[in-house]
């Protein structure tokens, strides 16, 4: 029995008067909401804003990328130290925006992983084919690639406790979702390649899927056997769809 998840990315997004009003909706909404596990991704300097709104309540917080290195002289970089210190349980790792924008390759993305894991952070790994790449048939090489990456770097081992996203780029930001078929499909197929590194792992892995997920298509995104819950991008910008959301995924 795996606890579904909704994670909220508000990449960069957000002020202290929106987190204040964002967090406290949140908090209200969610009473009486208890079989979904929540996390809110604010920009780095809303963490401790956030996680004091949290009030140890059952909204987590987590950042949305992490540096490698060891405190010391990185101008600009944010350590997994940092970002426990600053309430963070979770950390995403590898989006889409910092691979295409960023030029974060698979092996700094599985680096990371590694890093965040080892320090008592949960990763959650976003996994995800180009618009070209699925339409020249090549999903599942992507994803698996992307995977094994992690598997060889971080070991089988992080898992269950380490969290999967699988969000199609040409899904992201796009207003454009997967249809539940087509989720499911690569959902199966990353706990499958999961399986074989790890097969009790597996089974208990959270699988999320990102991509223009909304209070109206998440009901039968997750009623999919192998989707866990979402990370969710735009929608997580405002309480009530946020909320639509995961009431979705406590049903
Ligand atoms: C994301 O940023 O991870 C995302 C899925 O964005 P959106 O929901 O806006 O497509």
């Known amino acids: 029995m795996r606890t579904p998840l909704v994670a909220g990315n508000w990449k960069m997004n957000g002020s202290r008067a929106m987190a204040a009003g964002l967090m406290k909706d ?14 809110i991704c604010p920009p780095f300097v809303l963490v401790p804003q956030c996680f004091q709104a949290a009030d140890g309540a059952s909204i987590a917080v987590g950042g949305q990328n992490l540096d490698t290195h060891e405190p010391g002289a990185f101008t600009g970089e944010i350590s997994a130290e940092i970002l426990i210190d600053a309430g ?15 030029g ?9 992983t590694r890093v965040a894991f080892a320090k008592g952070l949960t990763p959650i790994i976003c996994l995800g084919e180009t618009l070209e790449e699925r339409e020249a048939g090549a999903t599942g090489e992507v994803v698996t690639r992307q995977l094994v990456a992690v598997l060889d770097e971080a070991g089988p081992e992080i898992f269950p406790q380490a969290i999967i996203a699988y969000e199609p780029v040409w899904a992201i930001g796009t207003g454009r979702t997967a249809t539940d078929g087509q989720a499911q499909d690569v ?13 009790a792992g597996a089974q208990s892995t959270r699988i999320l ?22 990370l969710i991008g735009g929608a997580s910008l405002k309480a009530e769809d946020f909320l639509g959301i995961i009431r979705a995924a406590n049903s």
Do not use: M, W
């Not at 998440?218 to 819950?229: E, T």
């Open 187 to 199: 959902h199966a197929l990353v706990r499958e390649q999961l399986a074989v590194a790890n097969s």
């Open 88 to 102: 963070c349980e979770y950390v995403i790792v590898g989006h889409s925006e910092r691979r295409a924008l960023y």
């Open 209 to 230: 899927y990102g991509g223009s997920v909304k209070p109206e298509n998440a009901a039968g995104l997750f009623s999919q056997p192998d989707i866990d819950g979402g």
């Open 26 to 39: 949140v908090h209200a909404g969610l009473s009486g909401i208890s079989g979904v596990d929540v996390v």
């Open 104 to 112: 974060e390759t698979d092996e700094l993305i599985a680096h990371k």
